[in-house]
């Protein structure tokens, strides 16, 4: 008993599994960036070069939050119908095309528009989502994964707002929200390649325990039945 405590407090993840929190982490690095973040600089900058006002910006990704409650329970009827990794990287790609379009447009009520869109597909990819591959992958260490995914959000704190002023200041407003989009989308694709909802798809154990392969098998057959 004690030596499985002690193996269950250790980052023993396989590299199939440190891929999941490297993804995780970079959905929670993006979704921050999104968000609190990185939106002080970006819409400061997008309302002073179209003219906006940013508190009715600001004022629409609050609206957001508050149909985030709603479209979480959405998110979870979905996963059941397509699996996390899909709804997982078309959340990413659409974060990524609203985040193009809002820097494209010329139009309040559209930016307010796509304001919303990005809120609610960050709060799927950059939280809920990444919180269901860890449970999916790391049933007993999910704690310590999670430890080490959430490590994105103090990440992005740390680093987006000066990230996203120097982007400002070196391409200019619009072709920033260009770039970031396309950074983003450009994620999401290589999630739906990489991520997979189960570790018994890479033929790996959850928490990377030493089962046998037939045992891995059978248990990737009882996942694609639930």
């Not at 891929?19 to 900058?45: E, K, P, R, W």
């Not at 508050?66 to 959340?91: D, E, M, P, S």
Request: glycine share 12%; with cysteine.
């Amino acid at each position: 008993m004690k030596l499985k405590q002690n193996n269950d407090q250790k980052s023993n993840f396989g590299k199939w599994g440190w891929l999941m929190i490297f993804i995780c982490f970079f959905s929670y690095y993006i979704g921050g960036g999104l968000g609190t973040d990185g939106a002080n600089i970006y819409l400061s900058a997008l309302s002073e070069n179209k003219g906006y006002s940013q508190a009715a910006l600001l004022l629409a990704g609050t609206y957001g939050g508050w149909i985030n409650i709603v479209t979480i329970l959405l998110y979870a009827k979905v996963v059941q119908k397509i699996g996390t990794r899909r709804l997982h990287g078309t959340l990413t790609i659409i974060a990524g095309l609203a985040y193009i379009a809002l820097g494209n447009f010329n139009n309040l009520a559209a930016a307010c528009a796509m304001r919303v869109v990005i809120t609610l597909a960050a709060g799927g990819f950059g939280s809920f989502l990444c919180n269901t591959f860890m449970n999916n992958w790391f049933p007993r260490k999910k704690g310590l994964a999670l430890g080490w995914a959430t490590m994105g959000l103090p990440f992005a704190t740390m680093t987006i707002p000066a990230l996203m002023s120097l982007l400002v200041k070196k391409l200019g407003v619009t072709n920033m929200f260009t770039v970031v989009g396309v950074g983003i989308i450009v994620f999401g694709v290589l999630c739906l390649i990489l991520a997979r909802d189960y570790p018994e798809e890479r033929n790996v154990a959850p928490d990377n325990d030493s089962i046998s392969l037939e045992k891995i098998r059978e248990n990737n057959m009882e996942n694609k039945e639930h």
